[in-house]
């Protein structure tokens, strides 16, 4: 099943990068595909992260900054991280505020390239 | 996923070896020593991190395997957000935040020179434990931000090389429980509170043990020391209230799925992503506003304005 392969990158991405708690996978418009969340409400991190990133895109815009490369929320407690996937999807990831936030945009990386893969992969073939 | 259990295995995990006699760390510490260095020691490892020295005395570390002493005063409740942001902003930006700290009373000198050592001996313990490449050098320029919370007037090398050397040693034999930076304990949450004081922080970290943390996650949303919660994590795999090699440790509790509730049927478009069907929002059921609806004053409150109630027919 692709889901359980979007879940795998999720766990992955967690395992392997030193703070990352919480990671979800959703369309742009806000609704859940997938979620390795642990205290999160899933579908509501989904629709605020699409909201967080539509901000973004439209903020860099209006200011002439380009293309968005992700949204960065910073808080006492930790980070939320969202990356765009394609054109139609979005990462977010929570991580504690000891996260190595250039290790991360490194390190998710591939996994945005996956997701993009995966989400691009099961649309065409159905 | 892959490689998970990899420290499950055994006493002798193929990873990278938490041996004292092989940490880089130690002797690139004592050369900055002699040489009575200024500036960074950059680790690089997994995930590696930074140790900043002035006149050869280690006066701060920071890396992403273990609490700083930020997290260890706030996640711990030492000290409050409010506290925190008043002594912060107040002392910061002149490099006073510790001497704000104290002077406001926020928390007594001798606690907050104990959590800022501590925090060093932590974040070195914890970069050798994950595993160390390399070391290099990086000489101290003018415009360096210094670390906010630095250890006055800082640890001679040698005594963090010896402590650290002491605790990888400690961290060798917690293996044989299968106790590691990779491990992901699992314990049955403790249905009653402790009913000792000294009990208090075992049951926290039985709490936090759900299966999911490292060690270093549970010490920095408990705000203590990794080297702390190890040790405790490695007594209770010994005693049984922890299991730490839990078959898909990195499971439970398991992820979630979107339920399809949106496909609503339409198997020809069943792709993997959910798609918002127009109408199916619930804001569009709020009635739209009538004039009788609207509130009497205008909405747009902020800007300096005429307050006087708008007349009858005069709003917009």
């Not at chain 2, 680790?43 to 900043?52: A, K, L």
């Not at chain 2, 002493?69 to 409050?80: I, Y």
Request: aromatic share 2%.
């Amino acid at each position: 099943m692709s889901h359980e392969a979007v879940l795998a990158e999720l766990r992955a991405l967690r395992e392997r990068t030193t703070g990352v708690l919480e990671t979800a996978v959703a369309s742009v418009d806000g609704l859940l595909v997938s979620a390795d969340t642990e205290g999160a409400r899933p579908e509501v991190l989904a629709a605020l992260s699409a909201a967080a990133l539509g901000l973004g895109k439209r903020t860099g815009h209006e200011v002439g900054m380009g293309e968005l490369r992700e949204v960065v929320i910073r808080c006492r407690g930790g980070y939320i991280v969202v990356y765009a996937v394609g054109q139609e999807a979005l990462l977010v990831v929570l991580a504690d505020e000891g996260l190595d936030v250039a290790r991360l945009h490194i390190e998710s990386r591939p996994t945005v390239e996956r997701l993009g893969a995966l989400l691009a992969g099961e649309r065409i073939s159905i | 996923m892959n490689g998970q259990n990899l420290d499950s295995s055994g006493p002798t995990p193929t990873g990278p070896a938490p041996t004292a006699g092989a940490d880089p760390i130690g002797p690139a510490l004592l050369r900055c020593g002699q040489e009575r260095f200024s500036g960074l020691l950059r680790v690089e490892g997994s995930p590696g991190g930074t140790i900043c020295l002035r006149q050869g005395l280690v006066i701060a570390a920071t890396t992403a395997a273990s609490p700083g002493p930020e997290s260890l005063l706030l996640r711990s409740g030492r000290v409050s957000e409010a506290d925190w942001t008043t002594a912060y902003a107040a002392g910061a930006p002149s490099g006073r935040l510790a001497a704000e700290l104290v002077e406001r009373g926020i928390i007594g000198i001798a606690g907050l020179e104990t959590v800022c050592l501590t925090a060093v001996f932590d974040a070195v313990f914890a970069m050798a434990l994950c595993g160390v490449e390399a070391c290099e050098t990086e000489p101290a320029r003018p415009d360096d931000l210094l670390p906010s919370l630095p250890v006055t007037p800082g640890i001679p090398p040698e005594r963090l090389a010896r402590e650290t050397a002491r605790r990888l040693a400690a961290a060798t034999a917690w293996l044989d429980l299968g106790v590691s930076t990779r491990t992901r304990p699992l314990a049955v949450p403790p249905s009653t509170p402790p009913l000792l004081q000294a009990e208090e922080s075992r049951h926290a970290v039985l709490l936090k043990a759900n299966g999911r943390r490292t060690p270093r996650d549970i010490a920095f949303s408990l705000g203590r020391g990794v080297f702390a919660i190890m040790s405790e994590i490695a007594r209770m795999a010994g005693e049984g209230l922890l299991e730490v090699d839990a078959p898909g440790s990195a499971g439970p509790p398991a992820g979630r799925r979107a339920t399809r509730q949106d496909a609503s049927g339409d198997s020809s478009k069943a792709a993997s992503l959910p798609q918002r069907h127009r109408g199916t929002n619930k804001v569009s059921e709020v009635p739209p506003a009538t004039a009788a609806s609207r509130p009497s004053l205008p909405r747009r409150l902020l800007g300096i304005r005429n307050v006087q109630e708008p007349m009858a027919g005069e709003e917009d």
